[in-house]
């Protein structure tokens, strides 16, 4: 079957810029996170989207980010007014009530 | 909050050494689990503890889940170059969120 998918792949922008991250999870999973991960470095949480619950934003790091979960499905995450400190890999995980992620390929931001 | 520590950051050995990773949670946890992520790859899932004091094996991979359920470790024997990448835990305090740790970086020397 089908795992988690992330478009693009990659996405150049300029400064100050809006961009949109989409992640189609796997089929049935009621879970969806973020996370960001610079080079090098750990897996950043962004938020969590569980079944028609609120989600929780608690990561994410300024009111420029959002995020959307539509029909329980697709999600979009929105950074508006990119930073030059907003580069780096955004990594998208669905899972069902097992816990265990299923990680998508990422999407490599890169803000010039 | 919850916090989830692993140590060390980076571990560079030759092949054929083994290498160890370890895990410790500010909280006691549901559950941990560990993912291994390639460079230039993503996490990919391992195994996920539940029990107190569990102990699972995956061929020259030890997991082992503490009593107190708040550590963990992993422990590879007679590392070899496909071991090469990034270990993460990841501990489940029953809310379905992952905390995860910073990972440790494996380096094997050929």
């Known amino acids: 079957g089908a795992g988690v998918s992330q478009s693009p792949s990659n996405k150049v922008?300029?400064?100050g810029k809006d961009v949109e991250l989409r992640c189609d999870p796997i089929s049935g999973h009621t879970a969806l996170y973020w996370y960001r991960q610079s080079l090098g470095q750990g897996l950043e949480f962004l938020i969590y989207f569980q079944g028609n619950s609120a989600p929780d934003k608690s990561g994410l790091p300024s009111d420029?980010?959002?995020a959307e979960r539509t029909g329980g499905s697709v999600s979009t995450l929105t950074i508006q007014r990119t930073q030059q400190e907003d580069s780096a890999v955004y990594l998208c995980a669905s899972s069902s009530t097992s816990s265990e992620q299923?990680?998508?390929p990422g999407t490599r931001l890169t803000v010039t | 909050g919850q916090q989830?520590?692993?140590i060390p950051q980076y571990q560079h050995v030759q092949e054929g050494e083994d290498?160890?990773?370890?895990?410790n949670s500010s909280t006691t946890l549901s559950n941990i689990q560990w993912y291994k992520q390639r460079p230039g790859g993503h996490p990919v899932f391992l195994i996920q503890l539940v029990k107190s004091g569990e102990v699972k094996k995956q061929?020259?991979?030890t997991f082992q889940f503490g009593e107190a359920k708040k550590n963990s470790s992993l422990h590879i024997t007679a590392t070899q170059t496909t071991d090469v990448g990034t270990y993460f835990c990841a501990g489940d305090n029953a809310g379905n969120m992952l905390t995860f740790g910073g990972g440790t970086r494996l380096m094997v020397k050929p």
């Open chain 2, 19 to 23: 290498f160890t990773t370890y895990c």
């Open chain 1, 13 to 15: 922008t300029e400064k």
């Open chain 1, 64 to 66: 420029r980010f959002s």
């Open chain 1, 102 to 104: 299923y990680f998508g």
């Open chain 2, 4 to 6: 989830v520590m692993q």
């Open chain 2, 59 to 61: 061929k020259r991979l």
